[in-house]
């Protein structure tokens, strides 16, 4: 290929980052037992993340109680899309083959996945599960707001030592590529960490007679992780397909009528494909037999999610325990016989066809 060099080197990139060997390992972390094992048996890990695994057990057991954090919360979001963040649970990828494209899913995805590291870290310190850190230090003495002057008390939540070892645990296997999906993955692993420091919020507490508050003592805490996920969903709505720039240090827009992209957005390379079929090539699991809704005209539509395939209505039948003398007892307190009853409801499901 003739090509000036520069030219060349941004292809050659972006070719990179289209196809990347693997995802992130450290994810199936959430599926293996002590840290001892996690940090011998989680194939993948590069040595950086390996060293800390060893050195910091107690903060890999929070790092992987909370990958079922958010990849519930991956879910939630995407719970009327084609593609619902399904796990894959004998993969070391956890997500299988889907994100090796360098898609906006992708793009979310880390940015979930780094903020989940950074909220169950930061939230284990404050609960004192961590030898390694604690309530934020820094949060002592008085301090002003626009309310007026207040004391720091309580247990501000450590945050900044959250960033801190999400940052050196999860972008060490990015750092040690230079490939355009690293780069890729390190600006969605940054924007992740960023939202869920967007949401700390100051608490307060009163103290005075009749709760006049002459006295407030005052920390910092982190919101719901939903308030996290609904933000970054947010930005995968908005995210912004971006292109190698020609010396491979970093990327532009593709379509010069959209903004640069900020280090709170999304970005990503590659159109997302239209997940309706089984496809192991790309790791679509499709959408047969998913349940859609008919009257909807979004995204969990049955038209959108059963791409034009039609749909059945199948009907299950379910049993249903009553506790007798609740309030939600449908047939009265008269007809109980004994502490409970049961009975048997019939329930409508539309149901996406395979072909």
Known sequence: MNCLPGICLAVALLLCGATPPVTSSWWYMGAVGSPRVMCDNVPGLVSRQRQLCQRHPEVMRSIGQGVAEWTAECQHQFRQHRWNCNTLDRDHSLFGRVLLRSSRESAFVYAISSAGVVFAITRACSQGELKSCSCDPKKKGSAKDNKGHFDWGGCSDNIDY???????????????????RALMNLHNNRAGRKAVKKFLKQECKCHGVSGSCTLRTCWLAMADFRKTGDYLWKKYEGAIQVVMNQDGTGFTVANKRFKRPTKNDLVYFESSPDYCIRDRDIGSVGTAGRVCNQTSRGMDSCEVM????GYDTTRISRMTKWFCGSSSVAFGADSCQRPWQQTREATGLILCRHS
């Open 162 to 180: 959250g960033v801190k070892f999400a940052r050196a645990f999860v972008d060490a296997k990015e750092r040690k590529g230079k490939d355009a």
């Open 306 to 309: 059963c791409c034009g395939r």
